[in-house]
Nanobody
Framework: EVQLVESGGGLVQAGGSLRLSCAAS????????IGWFRQAPGKEREGVSC????????YYADSVKGRFTISSDSAKNTVYLQMNSLKPEDTAVYYC???????????????????WGKGTLVTVSS
């Protein structure tokens, strides 16, 4: 059974940092692409970043480039999202997702992935 468990969310002031973790199990980690998505209240879900564990390529939304960094630790089957210089507009529930179909990262970013975690709330106060 595929499981994706997010952690690390919380309340932070604008300009602060948080690191989200996604612990994965139930699939061959190195064969999958892992992504972070977010959904703010009253808004549609949007892609934040994703990483291919097969070739370490990454993709970022324009809104987070230069502020967020995605990384993967295959020894721990965990993907991280380091979020710096946080803004109030980053407030959202952040979801970890995984997919093994080998699609382009841009495709995952736009359309989502097959497996989803339950999410972790990030609140950035002004």
């Amino acid at each position: 059974e595929v499981q994706l468990v997010e952690s690390g969310g919380g309340l932070v002031q604008a300009g602060g940092s948080l690191r989200l973790s996604c612990a994965a199990s139930g699939f061959i980690f190195d064969d999958y692409t892992i992504g972070w998505f977010r959904q703010a209240p009253g808004k549609e879900r949007e892609g934040v970043s994703c990483i291919s564990n097969s070739d370490a390529s990454t993709y970022y939304a324009d809104s987070v480039k230069g502020r967020f960094t995605i990384s993967s630790d295959s020894a721990k089957n965990t993907v991280y999202l380091q979020m710096n210089s946080l803004k109030p507009e980053d407030t959202a529930v952040y979801y970890c997702a995984a997919d093994g179909r080998g699609l382009r990262l841009e495709t995952y970013h736009k359309y989502g992935m097959h497996y989803w975690g339950k999410g972790t709330l990030v609140t950035v106060s002004s």
